[in-house]
């Protein structure tokens, strides 16, 4: 299991940035998604980088807006999220993912942070 806590959430207006962090003791050791899960929808990964760092992957609605990164000396992930725009707005969580299907590979989940984008 990897226990990780999501932080850096917060509401901002179409256009602009925030910068989602993801932090937890065994996180080097896994690829790591990022998800949301927006109300009443299912919750979908969104981006993910490998344990490396060199290899990353996105969603078609995020490609050229949000970039994901690693830092795993300080076992965190990082979501940088760039135009955001209102269909953006959701609860964001990390998890361990599989490189080959980007299926979580954990029940457990954080808390999520909240990403709130208005027009």
């Known amino acids: 299991q990897v226990q990780v806590r999501e932080s850096g959430g917060g509401f901002v207006l179409a256009g602009g940035s925030l910068r989602l962090s993801c932090a937890g003791r065994t996180l080097s050791t896994f690829a790591i998604g990022w998800f949301r899960q927006a109300p009443g929808k299912e919750r979908d990964i969104v981006a993910a980088?490998?344990?490396?760092?060199?290899?990353?992957y996105y969603v078609d609605s995020v490609k050229g807006r949000f970039t994901i990164s690693r830092d795993n000396a300080e076992n965190a992930v990082y979501l940088f999220m760039n135009n955001l725009k209102p269909e953006d707005t959701a609860v964001y969580y990390c998890?361990?993912?599989?490189?080959?299907?980007?299926?979580?590979?954990?029940?457990?989940w954080g808390q999520g942070t909240q990403v709130t984008v208005s027009s």
């Open positions: 998890n361990a993912v599989s490189w080959r299907t980007f299926s979580r590979l954990f029940d457990s």
């Open positions: 980088i490998s344990g490396s760092g060199v290899g990353t």
